[in-house]
């Protein structure tokens, strides 16, 4: 059956009155909380980048009431085991048998709190459910609920005892976000808030199952052929500036984005649409998330970090050098 423009409202509805409840308890942040709902119902991963104490868990678990989702947050450490996080098999002496005990991977909204500080075992245990959206445990398979997203944290601040992330897990989370502290004006509303008011009472807005029928909706949403290569000449003049007589730049990337990238940023631009009570994607979704898709995909070259060059201007540089053929296009 045909999806109408009226059951596009109805769902950028629900999801208006998902964010209401949301910053009934969370001050600010808009930015941070729209593009964790896009990874909601795009289904995408987000690493979040910030120095501790700016309510990333509150965020989270304030999501997961609201729609009504399981959550769970694991904080990694440098003695975290795969088996911590994905569960295991332990031997049952009443009943003689092995029983598998799941881990706190499964739930439908997993916090990895400072990922960058548990080893690689830990790291690419998490790389199958993030992927696969299944765990392997003693050779079997095991599938995750949906919706599964990950928000995985890092803080910027401190490097000792943190293992990099390699570029293969990287290349898997949808967004890379930056949170930063709030404005002298909103740490006074969180005082007040949490210090000398009660706080308010949240409800549920959807349930998992509208969640999920939300979801779909976003697959359906069109995207013009014009966008489509819009993107997809954003995403290829990361790898190939020359290409694209970008040759300002062209020596301070050493590698660029993936294909992968170029899919998220649809499924995001999708996503963002419906948000906005779309069945059609713009120019605008796209430009939006470009920095949030691509910002964790490229790596400067020596010559970049030597001259002080910077993902945002390079980015920058590519839009305005690509935008102009999407408008010629139409």
């Given at each position: 059956m045909p999806e109408t423009?009226?059951?596009?409202?109805?769902?950028?509805?629900?999801?208006e009155s998902t964010l209401y409840e949301v910053k009934k308890i969370i001050v600010g942040q808009d930015h941070i909380l729209e593009r964790i709902l896009v990874g909601l119902l795009a289904e995408g991963h987000i690493l979040l980048e910030?120095?501790?104490?700016?309510?990333?868990t509150l965020i989270l678990k304030t999501f997961a009431e609201i729609l009504d989702l399981k959550f769970q947050r694991v904080q990694f450490t440098p003695d975290l085991l795969p088996s911590d996080l994905i569960g295991t098999q332990i031997y049952n002496q009443k009943t003689g048998d092995f029983e598998t005990i799941l881990g706190p991977v499964f739930a439908n909204l997993v916090l990895a709190d400072e990922i960058n500080r548990a080893p690689a075992k830990v790291q690419s245990a998490l790389l199958e459910a993030m992927q696969e959206k299944q765990v392997t445990i003693a050779k079997k398979s095991h599938g995750l609920d949906k919706p599964f997203i990950v928000l995985a944290t890092q803080n910027p601040i401190e490097s000792e005892g943190t293992y990099q992330l390699p570029e293969a897990q990287i290349d898997r989370f949808m967004f890379k976000?930056?949170?930063?502290?709030?404005?002298?004006?909103?740490?006074?509303?969180?005082?007040?808030?949490?210090?000398t008011e009660e706080l308010p009472h949240i409800k549920k807005t959807v349930s998992k199952k509208e969640l999920l029928e939300i979801h779909n909706l976003v697959s359906k949403v069109y995207v013009?052929?014009?966008?489509?290569?819009?993107?997809?000449?954003?995403?290829?003049?990361?790898?190939?500036p020359m290409d694209y007589k970008l040759e300002?730049?062209?020596?301070?990337i050493s590698f660029g984005a993936s294909p992968r990238a170029s899919l998220n940023l649809t499924q995001a631009s999708k996503a963002l649409a419906l948000i906005?009570?779309?069945?059609?994607?713009?120019?605008?979704?796209?430009?939006?998330?470009?920095?949030?898709?691509?910002?964790?995909?490229?790596?400067?070259?020596?010559?970049?970090?030597?001259?002080?060059?910077?993902?945002?201007?390079i980015l920058t540089t590519i839009t305005n050098k690509i935008r102009p053929k999407l408008i010629k296009a139409r």
């Open positions: 423009k009226a059951e596009y409202i109805e769902a950028a509805k629900k999801i910030g120095p501790p104490g700016l309510a990333k976000l930056i949170i930063s502290y709030p404005n002298s004006k909103e740490e006074i509303a969180i005082i007040t808030r949490f210090c013009d052929p014009s966008i489509i290569s819009f993107i997809a000449d954003l995403v290829s003049a990361t790898r190939n300002s730049i062209s020596h301070y906005h009570g779309r069945d059609y994607v713009k120019e605008e979704d796209v430009e939006k998330l470009i920095f949030d898709v691509l910002r964790h995909r490229i790596t400067l070259s020596y010559e970049g970090i030597m001259a002080k060059e910077t993902i945002g201007n």
